[in-house]
């Protein structure tokens, strides 16, 4: 009995040299901001201000990732991977108003991560990023949050594209459609509490009249801090964060393979790495050589 093949296709958005370092620079600033509770000696300019920081890393991480759409765009992008970013970045800020309110209803995970795993790293990071901004303006969502809530989806969207092409992981997968699907989910599984755990870290150190044990406190060494952290996340979000995990995993193993596959037949459609060259056909005269007769 033979087995299907899976087709690997190719990056909607390559990662080119400059887009890794545009990439790697975002990401340095998106580790600064949710690590620095852990990282800031209680003497320096950032525990001083702490009630500014949110507003600072606001301002500037978005800036960060403006370069990123930058570099992207000097020749990584074309109308078709614009296109197709355009339509599940749509499709993503329509699903995120459905979970408004309600704790853990977020369907558009599935969404950005069976996109990311499908189209690469470099496409899921910037459709993290692009779906989030797009949907906050939709909802009204825009507010020093925001940018924390951008690069953390970007990670999650160009983590799974960056296991997709993991070679132990392609050759588990090979010819194994469901094994496929079962990586993706379990990695849904994982990221959509890692997600929710890390935008604690945006509020986490600013909240008053919490108990010792889930406080942020200044000067204290970070592994008393990392530890307040998690008893943070695990007594207050985590309620919000499992029913997350659980619907973005069911809704992959649902329709996880059935999306793949129309992913991969889209991309396989627009040639995203084929070359386009424009030569004049043999025997139509090149208008645009002055060499060239007129009326031949």
């Known amino acids: 009995m033979s087995t299907r093949t899976i087709t690997r296709t190719a990056k909607a958005i390559p990662l080119g040299t400059r887009s890794i370092l545009a990439v ?79 704790a853990g209803i977020e369907p558009m995970w599935a969404v950005l991560i069976l996109g990311g795993f499908a189209l690469g790293p470099g496409f899921g990071f910037v459709l993290g990023s692009v779906s989030l901004f797009a949907s906050a303006l939709i909802t009204g969502g825009v507010g020093p949050w925001l940018p924390f809530q951008m690069i953390a989806a970007a990670w999650i969207g160009m983590g799974a594209g960056l296991i ?12 194994h459609p469901w094994r496929e699907v079962l990586i993706v989910a379990g990695y849904a599984l994982l990221a959509a509490v890692a997600y929710g755990f890390a935008l604690n870290l945006w509020f986490w150190p600013f909240t ?58 889209a991309s396989r459609r627009a040639a995203f790495d084929h070359v386009v060259d424009f030569a004049p056909h043999e025997g139509v005269a090149n208008t645009s050589d002055p060499r060239t007769p007129s009326g031949t």
Request: proline share 7%.
């Open 24 to 102: 790697s620079l975002a990401s340095v600033v998106g580790l600064i901001a949710f690590l620095w509770p852990f990282l800031a000696a209680p003497e320096s300019a950032v525990v001083a201000h702490a009630t500014d920081a949110p507003f600072f890393f606001a301002l500037l991480v978005p800036l960060v990732l403006v370069v990123v759409l930058a570099q992207f765009a000097d020749g990584a992008m074309d109308a078709k991977s614009i296109a197709l970013l355009g339509v599940l970045s749509a499709v993503i800020a329509a699903l995120r108003p459905l979970g408004a309110g309600v």
């Open 164 to 175: 997709a092409r993991i070679p132990v992981v392609q050759r588990f997968t090979s010819n």
């Open 208 to 265: 008053i009249d919490l108990a010792p044990a889930i406080a942020f406190q200044p000067g204290a060494p970070a592994v008393e801090n990392v530890a307040a952290w998690l008893r943070f996340s695990v007594v207050t979000s985590l309620g919000f964060d499992i029913p997350r995990a659980l619907l973005a995993t069911g809704l992959i193993l649902i329709a996880g393979r059935g999306v793949l596959i129309a992913l991969r037949r």
